[in-house]
């Protein structure tokens, strides 16, 4: 499928899907707000976790480091994010102190801890994105615009 034929078959029908696609998001803001303190931190945790290709198991065991390439620093995430690096490493150490943050030699990795404290969040990302999927399969099957094979 294509990106352009999937925003024309939404923007078709966007009195009708819109508000569906907007419910979502905002079911999974809501949930969110359950587990991080605001948008800054979460968007934190998630740059975090897209920079983690493994979790960080074994915290505590220093004798097998992160693969190469896994996790990030603070100056990373302020940059990736778009924030003052003092604000990122503030909210970095209360990612640590609620265990869904590692350091281990000197990068940032998401935890286990973080991955099971973080179940019903995981969960509700993944609803929201089967009903959008769902509603926009029907936008391109009721006609605005077949998909190519």
């Known amino acids: 499928m294509r990106v352009q034929a999937i925003v024309d078959a939404i923007s078709a029908r966007q009195e009708e899907v819109g508000p569906a696609i907007v419910n979502e998001l905002l079911a999974v803001l809501m949930t969110a707000r359950e587990h991080f303190a605001d948008l800054e931190e979460w968007t934190i945790f998630l740059a975090v976790v897209s920079k983690s290709s493994v979790l960080a198991r074994d915290v505590d065991a220093p004798s097998r480091p992160p693969p190469p390439g896994a996790g ?43 991955k099971a404290a973080l179940q019903p969040l995981t969960q509700q990302v993944y609803r929201s994105a089967a009903r959008v999927r769902l509603m926009i399969d029907k936008a391109m099957a009721e006609g605005a615009g077949q998909p190519p094979p």
Do not use: F, I
Not at 75 to 81: I, M
Not at 82 to 91: A, C, N
């Open 72 to 114: 990030t620093n603070v100056r990373s995430l302020a940059d990736s994010c778009e924030l003052p690096r003092e604000t990122v490493r503030r909210k970095v150490r209360k990612l640590m102190d609620r265990g869904y943050v590692a350091a281990r030699d000197d990068r940032l990795l998401a935890t286990e801890q973080a």
